[in-house]
């Protein structure tokens, strides 16, 4: 008998916990699982949703998050489509870029003031600079009065046949057209280099005119911050009442 009324006491106890247990989790089961916040949208048929999680059917619409008196906490945005995910990604990727070119600006700058630490040392640089430029207008230049004076020479041949010029010596001929073409070639030539002394110029002044503020102490803007990482949503199924 003692035996008996032991195990129904044993059965009794266990039916008594399992129901707590079940009375817990239905409790549980009736708890908003995010500590009371309430999510409310209006999607796409019109109908206005509260649930009390982020509510998928508003997933392409903002959806409010309320506190438990239902006041807003705060509006949530819709979920990027996938063009403006691509949109959005695009532009990280151009800020990254800018960054980088922000980076090696700086680079350039620091390794600018090192080369050229005044003046001084940058016009020395541009005159050697010019003066390889100006190496070859000489050469072509001398090499245009040997021709000019050779052209006196056969000019005053030809004037034996300046009436009949086609009865000139045919080497005599053939040195002049000679002449004519070797001097076209020493005046483009000539073009040539100072076109490039131009351009030698040109640099040279743009990055003067940059040293000066770098020699002043006026530092470049800095590069471009970091873009804030959007806001991460979960894509939870709706649930409670409409």
Known sequence: MTHTMTARRTICLTLAA???????????AQTPTTSGAIYSCVDAQGRRITADRPIAACIDRPQSELNRSGTTVRVIPPSPTATEREAQQAREREAVLERQRAR?????????????PNTAAHEADRKKALEQTQGVIDTAQKRIDELQADRKGLDEEMEFYRKNPSRAPAHVRR????NEQSLQEQRRAIAIQQEEQARINARFDAEAAHLKSLWAGVAPPPPPAAPAAPEGRHRHSASGGR
């Open 18 to 28: 399992a129901s707590l247990l079940l009375a817990r989790a239905a409790l549980h």
């Open 104 to 116: 090696d600006a700086l680079r350039r700058d620091q390794g600018l003031v090192n080369r050229y």
């Open 175 to 178: 040195a002049i057209e000679d």
